[in-house]
């Protein structure tokens, strides 16, 4: 069995900063894709970033420029850096993984920008 845990959300004003971590722990052989989603009430879960294991990674253009995604393979953890927050920011972020084949999920973290 695999676990995804996700921390760092939280509460941040407009045009600040906040740093996710999720780490992947269980049995794992392999980790080909990392990545975070994120879902606004009442919207649908849309692709953040995503970083493979090659090291290449996609963005939402929403994000470019202002978020990061970066890898710890030693630590199985993946990070999205946020900087330049802005309030449509304010969602449920989830980490998702693909690890030996399978496609698996965190169990989402809150992150809202309001002042």
């Known amino acids: 069995q695999v676990q995804l845990v996700e921390s760092g959300g939280g509460l941040v004003q407009p045009g600040g900063s906040l740093r996710l971590s999720c780490a992947a722990s269980?049995?794992?052989?392999?980790?080909?894709?990392m990545g975070w989603y994120r879902q606004a009430p009442g919207k649908q879960r849309e692709l953040v970033a995503r970083?493979?294991?090659?090291?290449?990674?996609n963005y939402a253009d929403s994000v470019k420029g202002r978020f990061t995604v970066s890898r710890d393979n030693a630590k199985n953890t993946v990070y999205l850096q946020m900087n330049s927050l802005k309030p449509e920011d304010t969602a449920v972020y989830y980490c998702?993984?693909?690890?030996?084949?399978?496609?698996?999920w965190g169990q989402g973290t809150q992150v809202t920008v309001s002042s």
């Open positions: 970083i493979i294991s090659g090291g290449s990674t």
């Open positions: 269980g049995s794992i052989f392999s980790i080909n894709v």
């Open positions: 998702n993984s693909i690890i030996d084949g399978r496609l698996w």
